[in-house]
């Protein structure tokens, strides 16, 4: 995998999570306690041995460069390679990321590595890259994309891109899930090339403005490469709705899922943060929940992801909630079916609750 270099493409749809990205790119959202979106990409481009990756991101990146800084987490701090951050401070958003690969189409050239697997951030998944690139060098694929058969996708996956497959494996032609059909080839927006046939996609977007999205550039071509499809047959979740990132963290409660998204094909790593462990005071209830460390924990927490440094005070009932980073909530408060962003108080006495369809969101740096 020495010869494969990893660019992640975070113009990702925010359409239906605004309420989590009015300052956060998607792939900075904090996710399972302790994560964020874009830490299960990086960590399984890493486990496949990728050691040079670029990150292209939009506006809004200020909490995404906290998070990865110089890539330390992922052993991305080095000397050869390493992890790259390139944003649009100096290009037009309007344009989308065919602007942004070309005005750092340098980065590309200049890099050693021949082959290139793009992928979004907001795809959640543990996925085998190594099994991929084995696949597409065998196939004798000029683009390879990955997908998945996702069932529910009348619920699940919505206005994802779907692929149609033939009996050969080949992709002849990409469309939406819009929710009509129970059972859909998902792309999962991972593609797998030639660092020379990314290239010469950007220059002809470009050049003819035919495509301002690269992933468009390359459903455009399937009557001029080989593109054929590969597929991933674990967990796989898309964080692109408000309702999609509260199933995401309820599932990170289930044993199986948790096991297999964080420990199948190598760790998930994140950002160190060295904390207290968290103080469950006596009288305190947890059932069935996730929670960080530097909490302390008073009330009753149920089914719930709690993140790091949230105080839950006596006689607060916390159910079906996610719960980020540095929040508050006041005695005898009730919450039900709720969204927390970080540092948000919640006053004594006060009953919150929303929809298990459609979860209240409480923005940050809120005071209820």
Known sequence: MKDYMGILNLNEKEDNIKNLTRNRT?????VAGRYRVIDFVLSNMVNAGIQNIGVFTKSKSRSLMDHIGGGKPWDLDRKNGGLFVFNFGYGNPALEDVEMFRNNIDYLQLSKENNVILSSSYMICNIDYEDAVRYHEQSGNDITIIYKKAKNCAISFLDCDV???????????VGKNIGVHDRNNICMEMFIMKKKILIELIYKCVTTGACRKIKHA??????????????FKGYLTCINSIQ???NFNLDCLDTEVS?????????IYTKVKDEAPTRYVEGCKISNSLVANGCIIEGEVENSVIS???RIKKGAKVKNCIIMQNCVIGAESELTNIIIDKNVTIGEHKKLK??????LVIEKVNVL
Request: aromatic share 14%.
């Open 308 to 310: 790091r440094r949230v």
């Open 354 to 359: 929303g929809d298990n369809e459609i979860p």
């Open 163 to 173: 692929l149609n497959i033939d009996e050969n494996n080949r992709v002849t032609s």
């Open 26 to 30: 998607v792939a900075s959202i904090p």
């Open 259 to 267: 096991k297999e998204l964080f420990f199948n094909n190598g760790l």
């Open 218 to 231: 390359i459903y455009r071509t399937l009557d001029e490469y080989k593109v054929g499809a590969y597929e």
């Open 244 to 246: 999609s990132y509260y």
